[in-house]
């Protein structure tokens, strides 16, 4: 072997040769630290999010041909890209030179929030237009399978992408009859004359044309070389690991018998999460490097043989094309494989992972190996002591030493037969998420007749993700050869299947039950599903389904992905240059798509920086008996590591009410806490240290875990809260009826998609520090930065460009975080970074509090709710937090919608051992509302009543009083209750649905509608103080600052909207550079809806105090231009600087007296959904959600409209129709 020191491959057209590279090195910080490109995100750095996307061209010298591919840079290790051109961000464009038409496309149609997945979305549509220059609806869809996006709900980038499409933006679905261009059934009549509404928030005329002949080119260089070069193994010689990439067969086994325990890794998308999520390590790793016999395509007249080295992508691009060719009956495994190719992970994975390492790499939840097995597969392996076949069976999968790869040998190749006349191959697949989530139970299931007679002649059943690797259901199968296919088959079948793969109730991954309802639930489908093909080759025989079954038969697709959407245009006599209620692009949307949005990590490495990375428990409840700190600290690059000693006097710090230790060494109280944290020369040292300090705990008791537990150990952080109105006792004595019932409700993560980010940098003089850092709340960050050091908040300096994506949980950890990391930036006179990993993110901080509602309701029997009296809890966690706040806002909006007469709320906060959790979108009322809505569903069961006609019985009608005794005037909820209903054309959706669910019995829907009452406000005056500062620049320039953070939401743009019109100038002509403590101090936290509102009258008193200044100065000039202005103000000595403050609205609770008047006014809204369900399979899918929503006026209806949107459905791949009034 011939070492080949140099690696070589182009980024964005330019050549790089690395003569020392480190083979442990992925891309993406690779991009990020060393080349600067911090336009490729890091998300998860496991493959899951696409953050982290990039195109991957490849030059084959065989055939000629480029292959362009999106990729995982987070899992892509540098050195398998020799030769390969590798295309970021900013590569595609940027606003210095062109920006493209994906990245223009995106921004100007509102795809853009936060934009952190942003670039990862431009890279993996830029991908598919290479390939695809007009794309199909579902090839686009395929594209961006693999990409998450937090904010936008995906409408906006589907959208923006279906542009490129030839096909209609219509949903092609005449599901009830009504599909999205049928906007006429049951709509009510427009808005008055000068209140039209609009259905376009973006203008496609506009748009660049995507013209092909101007993407880069394929580096001639790289093809020079991949012609000419000779072939030869490369071997990178790392501090730890050696990367052998072996360009023959020969070299490939000559390395393998050198180095037998060393993985073969293709794809690296299984080698590479087991390093990094599993502590796996490889001194030596192989990689072979466009080895032919991998990546072999042979028909032969039984079967296909493909290259075990053939990715995923090409391997479901070969079968679609076979299918195309031959019959049906041949091509049964085919489909079932090219099925699940469609859903396995994201495209990116797809085109990484190898067939080859897909099989080896035996996962419990593979998708394909239990295809692969049921399809009598074979696996041909070569070593040097040569080939052999060996069957891809149970044996096999279960790693059995007989059936298994010998060390010296490599999987060269895999067998798939072909099917027979009377064989039929099914997939089966249930998981949380259609694409890029991995299956809770997958299944291949054959049966082989014969010559006709339906009797089973073979039968074949492997399910995945029910035990630690692919299982066989072999000897049920044997049992049920010679049967005939028909109900008594089934029932035995399903006893036998259920006995044999029995699931124990520590099986991997839990769902125990669920689990078991999948393997029947799967068989029970394949019988259906071979009955129906029987029936159509020979219906004499077999007499098929009765018709009821047939609905357990179709998949349910989730591809519904259209949406439209109005809101309330301008009045006609506004001034064309006033942007106030223009559906204005978010101002740093460009910058999203080019990726030169700059987040906290992307900030260059400062000279002497410091990494720190936390050590936490990994106990709910014990007494750390001790702490060995000596492995980690030998270390090399270990600087330091801060414990409790360190900080103390100043380790604890509060927010509300109770105060948080910092860090913990002597008592953990849950999973997750902070113990120390390890400071080290860079962040691979850092985190390789804090893995290496041991800690031994003592368990201790109790372990609190769920609300029960709390509730029996009487686990609260505070007595109870309550809200009494009314007289409930005597209103029960009058009802007709009663009902009590109870509802859980599970916790949610934030997922945003920047993990926790912060940078802490000494200023070398009187103690000034400025922290940049990715959170809500500076001027908290602040406040505990300053505690910890001992210093007066003056010299602590908070500043916050831009988050990406916060929902509530980037304040209190991130608080204790940034804490920690400024007092070892100060201790050691360096810059501190610290950057979470998802892992950790996920693992440190909390979420929404699960909660469980108790309810108990008086009505009457025409659904007239009398009295109700309702419980809350809380799970706070093991901190108090923001708990208390949650459950008080959870119990002022526990009435939603609704009058009820007679009323008592009381909630309490449960202290328990999970990660503290804390405020998340809605902070209390999504929990409280569902509470509420649930116990109304169950007293319209009780009165034969559709829950909507109680809903309506029961709502608030004009004006009326709230259980704190606030006025509230319901007009508009009615309005959009009507125009709910009438939009989403309720009554003749209800009917259709109704006469769904009759005619299917496996196959259910459901229609629901919801009124929506959202009290604004954060329940105290202070706590909505607003402040802001403008400047006025001699040159008539224009900057804002304002306590707000830009987090996705555009409050930065609307406040330029708010600067251009008050100061009547161009919104060209105002910037905004982002958040700090410096310009705008003690400002109130980002969160609750409220930041424009209040940020934006400070704005506007700051642009009126400047206006009032220059008047004298304009009206001498009124033709002149503001630098004109700004001259003549400076010359004659006035001010062009103004603060402005807006001192929040009136507002106060008194908890006590149960009254008061916490909000400032109230918002109105309805939605209705229509979800379809598989009885079977718990598979579900959004048919559609109608949204009509009345937020005032909007100061942008875009970006407001995206906030419904994103409330609605983040996470999943639906299209509301959505109507802002
Ligand atoms: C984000 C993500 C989502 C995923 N989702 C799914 C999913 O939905 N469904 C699913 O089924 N799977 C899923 N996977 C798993 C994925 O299919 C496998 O990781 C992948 O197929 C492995 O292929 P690879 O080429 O990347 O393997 P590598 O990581 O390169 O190698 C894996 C193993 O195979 C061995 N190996 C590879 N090639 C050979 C060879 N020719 N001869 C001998 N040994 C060999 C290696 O030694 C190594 O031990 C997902 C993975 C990720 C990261
Ligand atoms: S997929 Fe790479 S960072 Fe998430
Ligand atoms: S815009 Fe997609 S994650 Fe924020």
């Given at each position: 072997m011939d070492g080949a020191a140099e690696l070589v491959f182009c980024v964005n057209g330019r050549k790089v040769i690395e003569k020392n590279v480190d083979p442990e090195t992925m891309l993406l910080p690779y991009l990020r630290k060393k080349l600067q490109l911090t336009g490729t995100k890091y998300g998860c750095g496991g493959g899951g999010c696409g953050a982290c996307t990039v195109m991957i061209s490849r030059y084959n010298p065989i055939t000629k041909r480029i292959r362009h591919y999106p990729a995982n840079a987070c899992l892509l290790p540098i050195c398998s890209l020799h030769g390969a051109a590798v295309t970021t961000v900013e590569g595609v464009g940027s606003t210095k030179a062109r920006i493209h038409p994906v990245q223009e496309r995106i921004a100007k149609c509102h795809g853009t929030q936060c934009g952190f997945c942003t670039p990862g979305m431009v890279m993996s549509i830029y991908t598919l237009l290479r390939n695809h220059p007009e794309p199909t609806l579902d090839q686009l869809t395929d594209a961006l399978g693999g990409n998450l996006c937090r904010c936008t709900g995906y409408r906006p980038i589907i959208d923006a992408c279906k542009t490129f499409c030839k096909t209609s933006g219509c949903c092609q679905s005449k599901e009830n009859g009504v599909c999205c261009l049928d906007q006429g059934i049951n709509e009510l009549p427009e808005f008055e004359e000068g209140n039209k509404t609009s259905p376009k928030l973006f203008s496609e005329e506009e748009f660049l044309p995507l013209d092909p002949t101007q993407e880069l080119i394929f580096p001639p260089e790289l093809m020079i070389m991949a012609e000419k070069q000779p072939q030869r193994t490369r071997v990178f010689v790392g501090d730890r690991m050696t990367w052998i990439s072996p360009v023959t067969l020969k070299e490939l086994l000559e390395a393998k018998v050198k180095y037998p325990q060393a993985p073969i890794v293709m794809g690296n998308t299984s080698v590479g999460p087991e390093v990094k999520f599993k502590g796996a390590f490889h001194p030596v790793i192989i990689s072979p490097d466009c080895i032919e016999e991998l990546s072999v395509v042979n028909h032969a007249d039984d079967g296909l043989t493909l290259g075990a080295g053939l990715s995923l992508a090409q391997v479901k691009e070969i079968l679609a094309e076979v299918i195309q060719k031959l019959p049906e009956e041949k091509t049964q495994t085919y489909h079932a494989l090219l099925k699940h190719l469609g859903t396995l992970a994201g495209c990116q994975i797809r085109n990484m992972a190898s067939l080859g390492g897909h099989i080896v790499s035996r996962h419990l939840d593979s998708d394909l190996n239990p295809l692969l097995a049921v399809g009598n597969c074979t696996l041909n392996l070569l070593s040097k002591e040569g080939e052999r076949q060996i069957p891809l069976n149970e044996q096999f999968l279960t790693k059995c030493p007989s059936a298994d790869l010998k060390p010296g040998e490599i999987l060269v190749s895999v067998n798939i037969p072909y099917s027979r006349k009377w064989e039929f191959v099914s997939a089966f697949r249930q998981a949380q998420r259609q694409q890029n989530a991995l299956a809770i139970v997958n299944s291949g299931m054959r049966v082989f007749f014969g010559a006709g007679g339906g009797i089973i002649r073979e039968l074949s059943i492997a399910y995945g993700g029910v035990g630690p690797t692919t299982i066989c259901a072999k000897n049920s199968c044997q049992k049920l050869i010679g049967r005939p296919w028909n109900e008594e088959m089934l029932d035995a079948a399903c006893r036998l299947i259920l006995d044999e793969v029995s699931l124990p109730g520590w099986a991997p991954g839990g769902k125990v039950e669920f689990k078991r309802t999948l393997v029947i639930s799967f068989f029970f489908k394949f019988y259906l599903k071979v009955s129906q093909i029987l029936k159509t080759m020979d219906p004499v025989r077999y007499p098929g389904l009765a018709d009821k079954y047939e609905s357990a038969l179709e998949d349910l697709h989730s591809r519904n992905h259209w949406g439209t959407s109005k809101y309330q245009d301008v009045d006609p006599k506004q001034l064309p240059q006033d942007p106030i209620g223009r559906p204005i692009m978010h101002l740093s949307g460009i910058k999203h798509t080019t990726g030169e949005a700059i987040y906290c990590d992307d900030m260059p490495v400062l000279d002497g920086e410091l990494f720190l990375a936390f050590v936490t428990s990994s106990r709910a409840h014990a007494e750390i008996v001790s702490i060995d700190l000596s492995e980690a600290l030998s270390l090399p690059g270990v600087v330091d590591i801060v414990t409790e000693e360190d900080l103390r006097g100043v380790n604890s710090f509060g927010l509300l009410g109770e105060p948080e230790k910092l860090l913990e060494t002597q008592e953990v109280f849950c999973v997750g806490q902070l113990v120390c944290a390890v400071v080290a020369d860079s962040e691979v040292q850092a985190k390789r240290a804090a893995k290496r300090v041991k800690i031994v705990y003592q368990d201790l008791e109790p372990v609190i875990l769920t609300i029960e537990e709390a509730i029996r150990h009487h686990s609260f952080f505070h007595g109870e809260r309550k809200l009494e109105y009314g007289n409930v006792d005597e209103a029960f004595k009058v009802v007709d009826q009663i009902l009590e019932g109870e509802i859980h409700m599970g916790g949610q993560e934030h997922f945003y998609m920047e993990t926790q980010s912060m940078l802490a940098v000494p200023k070398g003089e009187d103690q000034e520090m400025d922290v940049y850092v990715s959170s809500q709340f500076p001027k908290y960050i602040q406040d505990i930065v300053a505690a910890t050091l001992k210093v007066p908040a003056n010299k602590i300096m908070c500043h916050v460009k831009r988050v990406g994506g916060a929902f509530g949980g980037k304040v209190t950890k991130t608080g204790i975080m940034a804490a920690i990391t400024a007092f070892a930036a100060n201790k050691h006179?360096?810059?501190?970074?610290?950057?979470?990993?998802?892992?950790?993110?996920?693992?440190?901080?909390?979420?929404?509090?699960?909660?469980?509602?108790?309810?108990?309701?008086?009505?009457?029997?025409?659904?007239?709710?009398?009295?109700?009296?309702?419980?809350?809890?809380?799970?706070?966690?093991?901190?108090?937090?923001?708990?208390?706040?949650?459950?008080?806002?959870?119990?002022?909006?526990?009435?939603?919608?609704?009058?009820?007469?007679?009323?008592?709320?009381?909630?309490?906060?449960?202290?328990?051992?999970?990660?503290?959790?804390?405020?998340?979108?809605?902070?209390?009322?999504?929990?409280?509302?569902?509470?509420?809505?649930?116990?109304?569903?169950?007293?319209?069961?009780?009165?034969?009543?559709?829950?909507?006609?109680?809903?309506?019985?029961?709502?608030?009608?004009?004006?009326?009083?709230?259980?704190?005794?606030?006025?509230?005037?319901?007009?508009?909820?009615?309005?959009c209750w009507k125009e709910c209903m009438a939009t989403s054309s309720y009554s003749l959706r209800k009917v259709a649905v109704e006469k769904f669910n009759s005619e299917n019995y496996w196959k259910k829907k459901g229609l629901a509608m919801v009124p929506l009452k959202f009290p604004v406000g954060v329940l105290s005056t202070a706590a909505a103080q607003a402040a802001a500062l403008v400047h006025i620049y001699l040159d008539g320039s224009v900057l804002v600052t304002h306590g707000g953070i830009e987090m996705g939401q555009g409050v930065h743009t609307k406040m330029i909207q708010v600067a251009s019109r008050e100061l009547r100038m161009p919104m060209s002509n105002v910037h905004l550079r982002g958040t700090s403590t410096e310009t705008v101090p003690n400002a109130n936290v980002s969160g609750g809806s409220v930041v424009a509102d209040l940020n934006g009258l400070a704005v506007k008193d700051a642009c009126q105090t400047l206006l009032k200044r220059l008047e004298p100065i304009i009206s001498k000039n009124p033709k002149g231009t503001w630098k004109d202005w700004a001259q003549a103000a400076f010359d004659e000595s006035i001010s062009l600087s103004a603060t402005g403050y807006f001192r929040g609205y009136e507002s106060h609770m008194n908890w006590e007296t149960g009254e008061g008047h916490p909000f400032e006014y109230f918002v109105f809204g309805a939605a209705c959904s229509e979800v379809e369900i598989d009885c079977l399979t718990g598979a579900h899918k959004n048919i559609r959600t109608d949204i009509v929503m009345d937020i005032g006026h909007s100061i942008n209806p875009a970006l407001d409209v995206g906030q419904q949107v994103e409330v609605t459905c983040a996470g999943e791949w639906s299209g509301p129709v959505g109507r802002v009034i």
């Amino acid at each position: 072997m011939d070492g080949a020191a140099e690696l070589v491959f182009c980024v964005n057209g330019r050549k790089v040769i690395e003569k020392n590279v480190d083979p442990e090195t992925m891309l993406l910080p690779y991009l990020r630290k060393k080349l600067q490109l911090t336009g490729t995100k890091y998300g998860c750095g496991g493959g899951g999010c696409g953050a982290c996307t990039v195109m991957i061209s490849r030059y084959n010298p065989i055939t000629k041909r480029i292959r362009h591919y999106p990729a995982n840079a987070c899992l892509l290790p540098i050195c398998s890209l020799h030769g390969a051109a590798v295309t970021t961000v900013e590569g595609v464009g940027s606003t210095k030179a062109r920006i493209h038409p994906v990245q223009e496309r995106i921004a100007k149609c509102h795809g853009t929030q936060c934009g952190f997945c942003t670039p990862g979305m431009v890279m993996s549509i830029y991908t598919l237009l290479r390939n695809h220059p007009e794309p199909t609806l579902d090839q686009l869809t395929d594209a961006l399978g693999g990409n998450l996006c937090r904010c936008t709900g995906y409408r906006p980038i589907i959208d923006a992408c279906k542009t490129f499409c030839k096909t209609s933006g219509c949903c092609q679905s005449k599901e009830n009859g009504v599909c999205c261009l049928d906007q006429g059934i049951n709509e009510l009549p427009e808005f008055e004359e000068g209140n039209k509404t609009s259905p376009k928030l973006f203008s496609e005329e506009e748009f660049l044309p995507l013209d092909p002949t101007q993407e880069l080119i394929f580096p001639p260089e790289l093809m020079i070389m991949a012609e000419k070069q000779p072939q030869r193994t490369r071997v990178f010689v790392g501090d730890r690991m050696t990367w052998i990439s072996p360009v023959t067969l020969k070299e490939l086994l000559e390395a393998k018998v050198k180095y037998p325990q060393a993985p073969i890794v293709m794809g690296n998308t299984s080698v590479g999460p087991e390093v990094k999520f599993k502590g796996a390590f490889h001194p030596v790793i192989i990689s072979p490097d466009c080895i032919e016999e991998l990546s072999v395509v042979n028909h032969a007249d039984d079967g296909l043989t493909l290259g075990a080295g053939l990715s995923l992508a090409q391997v479901k691009e070969i079968l679609a094309e076979v299918i195309q060719k031959l019959p049906e009956e041949k091509t049964q495994t085919y489909h079932a494989l090219l099925k699940h190719l469609g859903t396995l992970a994201g495209c990116q994975i797809r085109n990484m992972a190898s067939l080859g390492g897909h099989i080896v790499s035996r996962h419990l939840d593979s998708d394909l190996n239990p295809l692969l097995a049921v399809g009598n597969c074979t696996l041909n392996l070569l070593s040097k002591e040569g080939e052999r076949q060996i069957p891809l069976n149970e044996q096999f999968l279960t790693k059995c030493p007989s059936a298994d790869l010998k060390p010296g040998e490599i999987l060269v190749s895999v067998n798939i037969p072909y099917s027979r006349k009377w064989e039929f191959v099914s997939a089966f697949r249930q998981a949380q998420r259609q694409q890029n989530a991995l299956a809770i139970v997958n299944s291949g299931m054959r049966v082989f007749f014969g010559a006709g007679g339906g009797i089973i002649r073979e039968l074949s059943i492997a399910y995945g993700g029910v035990g630690p690797t692919t299982i066989c259901a072999k000897n049920s199968c044997q049992k049920l050869i010679g049967r005939p296919w028909n109900e008594e088959m089934l029932d035995a079948a399903c006893r036998l299947i259920l006995d044999e793969v029995s699931l124990p109730g520590w099986a991997p991954g839990g769902k125990v039950e669920f689990k078991r309802t999948l393997v029947i639930s799967f068989f029970f489908k394949f019988y259906l599903k071979v009955s129906q093909i029987l029936k159509t080759m020979d219906p004499v025989r077999y007499p098929g389904l009765a018709d009821k079954y047939e609905s357990a038969l179709e998949d349910l697709h989730s591809r519904n992905h259209w949406g439209t959407s109005k809101y309330q245009d301008v009045d006609p006599k506004q001034l064309p240059q006033d942007p106030i209620g223009r559906p204005i692009m978010h101002l740093s949307g460009i910058k999203h798509t080019t990726g030169e949005a700059i987040y906290c990590d992307d900030m260059p490495v400062l000279d002497g920086e410091l990494f720190l990375a936390f050590v936490t428990s990994s106990r709910a409840h014990a007494e750390i008996v001790s702490i060995d700190l000596s492995e980690a600290l030998s270390l090399p690059g270990v600087v330091d590591i801060v414990t409790e000693e360190d900080l103390r006097g100043v380790n604890s710090f509060g927010l509300l009410g109770e105060p948080e230790k910092l860090l913990e060494t002597q008592e953990v109280f849950c999973v997750g806490q902070l113990v120390c944290a390890v400071v080290a020369d860079s962040e691979v040292q850092a985190k390789r240290a804090a893995k290496r300090v041991k800690i031994v705990y003592q368990d201790l008791e109790p372990v609190i875990l769920t609300i029960e537990e709390a509730i029996r150990h009487h686990s609260f952080f505070h007595g109870e809260r309550k809200l009494e109105y009314g007289n409930v006792d005597e209103a029960f004595k009058v009802v007709d009826q009663i009902l009590e019932g109870e509802i859980h409700m599970g916790g949610q993560e934030h997922f945003y998609m920047e993990t926790q980010s912060m940078l802490a940098v000494p200023k070398g003089e009187d103690q000034e520090m400025d922290v940049y850092v990715s959170s809500q709340f500076p001027k908290y960050i602040q406040d505990i930065v300053a505690a910890t050091l001992k210093v007066p908040a003056n010299k602590i300096m908070c500043h916050v460009k831009r988050v990406g994506g916060a929902f509530g949980g980037k304040v209190t950890k991130t608080g204790i975080m940034a804490a920690i990391t400024a007092f070892a930036a100060n201790k050691h006179g360096r810059p501190v970074r610290c950057i979470l990993e998802r892992g950790e993110d996920m693992l440190i901080t909390g979420g929404r509090h699960p909660y469980l509602g108790k309810y108990k309701a008086g009505f009457m029997n025409d659904g007239r709710i009398l009295a109700l009296d309702v419980e809350h809890y809380c799970n706070g966690g093991a901190t108090l937090d923001e708990s208390l706040f949650v459950i008080e806002i959870g119990l002022l909006k526990v009435d939603n919608a609704y009058k009820f007469p007679n009323l008592r709320f009381r909630g309490w906060a449960c202290r328990t051992n999970l990660p503290s959790n804390t405020a998340l979108r809605g902070f209390g009322f999504p929990q409280s509302g569902l509470i509420t809505e649930n116990c109304i569903t169950e007293v319209a069961a009780k009165c034969g009543l559709s829950p909507e006609k109680v809903r309506m019985m029961n709502m608030y009608k004009e004006i009326d009083q709230t259980p704190y005794k606030q006025e509230i005037d319901a007009t508009n909820l009615t309005q959009c209750w009507k125009e709910c209903m009438a939009t989403s054309s309720y009554s003749l959706r209800k009917v259709a649905v109704e006469k769904f669910n009759s005619e299917n019995y496996w196959k259910k829907k459901g229609l629901a509608m919801v009124p929506l009452k959202f009290p604004v406000g954060v329940l105290s005056t202070a706590a909505a103080q607003a402040a802001a500062l403008v400047h006025i620049y001699l040159d008539g320039s224009v900057l804002v600052t304002h306590g707000g953070i830009e987090m996705g939401q555009g409050v930065h743009t609307k406040m330029i909207q708010v600067a251009s019109r008050e100061l009547r100038m161009p919104m060209s002509n105002v910037h905004l550079r982002g958040t700090s403590t410096e310009t705008v101090p003690n400002a109130n936290v980002s969160g609750g809806s409220v930041v424009a509102d209040l940020n934006g009258l400070a704005v506007k008193d700051a642009c009126q105090t400047l206006l009032k200044r220059l008047e004298p100065i304009i009206s001498k000039n009124p033709k002149g231009t503001w630098k004109d202005w700004a001259q003549a103000a400076f010359d004659e000595s006035i001010s062009l600087s103004a603060t402005g403050y807006f001192r929040g609205y009136e507002s106060h609770m008194n908890w006590e007296t149960g009254e008061g008047h916490p909000f400032e006014y109230f918002v109105f809204g309805a939605a209705c959904s229509e979800v379809e369900i598989d009885c079977l399979t718990g598979a579900h899918k959004n048919i559609r959600t109608d949204i009509v929503m009345d937020i005032g006026h909007s100061i942008n209806p875009a970006l407001d409209v995206g906030q419904q949107v994103e409330v609605t459905c983040a996470g999943e791949w639906s299209g509301p129709v959505g109507r802002v009034i």
